[in-house]
C-alpha cells in the first residue's frame, strides 16, 4: 500500500524489501502524480529536497526511485549532479568504460559470474554508490546488498573469539595489499598496511560494520585473504560467513528505468548471474 510523503514522493513497495533494525531497504520512493513523472520534475525535486533525501539514505541504507522514465546516461547524470555531491575517481580492479560525465558501466564481468559482496573501497571510500538500469535483463542479474552491521553482529554471535583476533590482528589481501595516495604532483604513493575488519562510520547508529573482502578474497591463488601476520583465517568461518551474508541479502527485479542509491558505509553489494542482456550504469560520490 501505498503513502504520500507530502507533494514530492510517494512511498512504494518492491518485491524482496526488508524490515532490518526499524528501517525499510530498500526505501521506494515513486513519483507523487503521474504529471510529476518525468526526470526535469524528478532533478527539480531533488535540488529542493538535498539534505532531506542525504539522510533518508543514511537512514534506510538504500533508496530506489522508481517509476521517473529515466532513460540514458544523460538523464542519469543530471540525476546525480542534482544531489551536490562531489564525483570520486574510481581506481581498481574491476573493468569499466566511461559513458558520459559522471557516469561509468558497472563491473563489466561476465554475466554468467556472481559478483561477490563488497563495499567500493579500493582507493578512496565513497560514500555514496549510485546505480541506474538503463536495460533490465530477461533473468537473474539482480543486485543483492546486505546491512554490513548485521554480519558483524551475527559472526560475533557465533565466532566472538575469531573475529577479535580478526579485529586485533589486520587483514591482508596478498597482492592487492597495499592502499595508494594520489600526490599533490599527480603521482602515486603505494602505502603497504592491514586493513581493518570492521568499521564505524559517524551518524549510522554507532554500527560496526563489516567493511572487509574476507569471504571474496579467502582462498583465491592471487589474491588471498589472511590475517596480516599470516595466520589463515580458518575455512570454517569464512564458510560461515559466506552463508550468513546470503541470508541477510536482499534484493529486487531491475526495472527500467531505476535509480538506486547506496550507503557505501552500510551496505555490501554484489551481482547475480544473468541472461543478457543487461546494461546497468554507475557513479560514485564522496
Not at 525499510?24 to 538535498?50: F, G, H, I, Q, R
Not at 543514511?58 to 544523460?74: C, M, P, Q, T
Request: charged content about 30%; proline content about 7%; overall charge negative.
Amino acid at each position: 500500500m501505498e503513502s504520500s510523503t507530502g507533494k514530492d514522493f510517494k512511498i512504494g513497495e518492491c518485491q524482496g524489501q526488508k524490515v532490518v533494525d526499524g528501517e525499510v531497504m530498500p526505501l521506494v520512493l515513486l513519483p507523487p502524480e503521474p504529471a510529476k513523472a518525468d526526470t526535469e520534475s524528478l532533478v527539480a525535486t531533488l535540488k529542493k529536497n538535498t539534505e532531506w533525501f542525504d539522510q533518508m539514505i543514511i537512514k534506510n541504507s538504500a533508496v530506489l526511485l522508481r517509476g521517473f522514465d529515466v532513460k540514458n546516461a544523460e538523464d542519469f547524470n543530471e540525476i546525480v549532479e542534482a544531489c551536490g555531491w562531489e564525483d570520486i575517481r574510481y581506481i581498481g580492479p574491476a573493468v569499466r568504460t566511461h559513458i558520459y560525465k559522471r557516469v561509468w558501466t558497472a563491473n563489466e564481468g561476465p554475466l554468467s559470474e556472481f559478483m561477490y559482496y563488497h563495499h567500493e573501497m579500493v582507493l578512496e571510500n565513497p560514500k555514496k554508490v549510485i546505480l541506474f538500469c538503463e536495460v533490465p535483463p530477461p533473468e537473474g542479474g539482480e543486485t543483492p546488498f546486505v546491512p554490513s552491521f548485521r554480519v558483524t553482529e551475527r559472526m560475533l554471535e557465533e565466532f566472538p573469539e575469531e573475529v577479535e583476533e580478526m579485529e586485533k590482528k589486520g587483514l591482508m589481501v596478498k597482492a592487492m595489499g597495499m592502499d595508494v595516495e594520489w600526490l599533490p604532483d599527480g603521482g602515486l604513493k603505494t602505502i603497504i598496511c592491514p586493513r581493518t575488519l570492521t568499521r564505524v562510520f559517524e551518524g549510522r547508529k554507532g554500527r560496526r560494520m563489516w567493511y572487509n573482502t574476507v569471504v571474496g578474497m579467502h582462498g583465491k591463488e592471487i589474491s588471498s585473504a589472511t590475517m596480516a601476520d599470516g595466520t589463515e583465517i580458518p575455512d570454517h568461518v569464512v564458510k560461515r560467513c559466506g552463508e550468513i551474508l546470503d541470508e541477510e541479502s536482499i534484493q529486487f527485479k531491475w526495472e527500467k528505468g531505476d535509480v538506486l542509491f547506496f550507503d557505501n558505509m552500510a551496505l555490501l553489494h554484489g551481482r547475480r548471474p544473468s541472461l543478457p542482456p543487461r546494461k546497468v550504469l554507475v557513479a560514485t560520490c564522496k
